[in-house]
Nanobody, 119 residues
């Protein structure tokens, strides 16, 4: 069982930056790939980025490439999402999630943190 708690959301002007954190408790955090997702009002939840259990590989959706960076610190049981050059269309609730490996579904989800980007 893994419990996930996001933090770091808030209100920022377009062009600004935020760093989201997702703290995990429970066993074997380092065994899980970690992903970030987001859901804007009236829209489906969408994938943002993923990092493998070792941190050796990352992948992000095209709309955030070059602006968002996912990283993790297994010693701190934490995954991060550094978001730079934020745009109003990045406004959403951001969720972190854990899965046991590529192709597996995400079994554990956090409660989400709101990010609002003003123009």
């Amino acid at each position: 069982q893994v419990q996930l708690v996001e933090s770091g959301g808030g209100l920022v002007q377009a062009g600004g930056s935020l760093r989201l954190s997702c703290a995990a408790s429970g066993r074997s955090f380092s065994m899980y790939d970690m992903g970030w997702f987001r859901q804007a009002p009236g829209k489906e939840r969408e994938f943002v980025a993923v990092i493998t259990w070792s941190g050796g590989s990352t992948y992000s959706t095209d709309s955030v490439k070059g602006r968002f960076t996912i990283s993790r610190d297994n010693a701190k049981n934490t995954v991060y999402l550094q978001m730079n050059n934020l745009k109003p269309e990045d406004t959403a609730v951001y969720y972190c999630a854990a899965r046991r490996g590529a192709g597996r579904k995400y079994d554990y989800w956090g409660q989400g943190t709101q990010v609002t980007v003003s123009s």
